[in-house]
């Protein structure tokens, strides 16, 4: 209720006052504020990666501007030397309009990148959307192998086999508990279900023997367990990493950095920011907390 009640207030918070909090989580509104995050994570040893916001595109002609507008990231990432890679949203790309608009315009970024060197994630969205992009994800690796990857959230029923229906071959995931809040009959909705199925996942992952597992978490609990599976499988630093959002506990970064395991910040930005800053706390209370703890005077 309390959570609630704290959504609902947010709309009135000034864009200003609100624009300052989201700084601690958005990188700015354009490419360029982006990239000098991204140098500045690269000064302090983290690799990163480049997301502009949006979703749920409207028309084709927006669609195109988000391709061209990730062709020019990666163009911009190459000429910067950054450890750094692409991460797009089918639907940014025209998947509600059309699956294969989306995979079209996804396959002009690929190619883009391919040629820079640049790697491409294709991201996981609600559920209608699951199959359209473990489609377009399957198609990509059929072309570009490695130079792409996939999403999945252990949150659904469905990951396992999801995770046993993807072809063999090299792949890479991006493992997350997943923001989307579905519905009971198709996903676990206990937090301890979902770190449980996020573990089992990761081990059926690298059970496949192919795979670079990008662990997306803040669980430090959870967290403890899957150095523990990555050390019964000997994963080589290379073939791992744990992957951060911007501004979420980066004391745990450092401290797993000390440590001596790869972090990768999830750096997004654009002039959907306010839209997206909305849509995270609704969806994570935890965050919510946060951003009004910073909004209180004491």
Not at 164 to 172: E, Q, T, V
Not at 204 to 226: F, I, K, Y
Request: proline share 5%.
């Amino acid at each position: 209720m309390l959570h609630k009640l704290m959504v609902g207030a947010m709309p009135l918070v000034p864009l200003p006052v609100m624009r300052r909090l989201a700084g601690k989580y958005i990188a700015g509104e354009t490419q360029e504020e982006a990239l000098a995050r991204l140098r500045a994570l690269a000064a302090e040893g983290y690799s990163g990666i480049f997301d502009l916001l949006g979703e749920g595109t409207r028309s084709e002609a927006d669609a195109r501007a988000a391709a061209e507008s990730y062709r020019r990231g990666a163009e911009a990432i190459a000429a910067a030397g950054l450890d750094s890679y692409v991460s797009i949203k089918p639907t940014h790309l025209g998947l509600n309009l059309d699956e294969a608009l989306a995979l079209a315009l996804y396959r002009e970024v690929a190619l883009r990148c391919r040629e820079l060197g640049v790697f491409l994630r294709v991201e996981m969205e609600d559920h209608p959307t699951t199959d359209a992009t473990l489609r377009i994800h399957e198609a990509l690796r059929a072309e570009f192998g490695e130079g792409v990857g996939i999403v999945l959230q252990s949150r659904l029923l469905r990951t396992p086999d999801d995770i046993a229906a993807l072809a063999p071959g090299p792949l890479d995931v991006r493992l997350v508990k997943g923001i989307y809040l579905e519905p009971a009959e198709i996903a676990h909705t206990d937090a301890a279900a979902i770190r449980r199925a996020y573990v089992a996942q990761a081990r059926q992952l690298l059970e496949r023997g192919d795979v670079r597992l990008r662990l997306a978490t803040h669980d430090e609990q959870m967290a403890a367990e899957l150095v523990g599976l990555l050390r019964e499988h000997e994963v080589p630093r290379e073939r791992y990493e744990f992957q951060v959002l911007l501004g979420v506990r980066p004391d745990i970064w450092a401290r797993w950095r000390r440590e001596g395991h790869p972090v990768r910040v999830y750096v997004p930005f654009g002039p959907e920011w306010r839209e997206y800053s909305m849509r995270r706390m609704r969806k994570n209370p935890q965050l919510l907390r946060a951003v009004v703890r910073d909004l209180l005077p004491f």
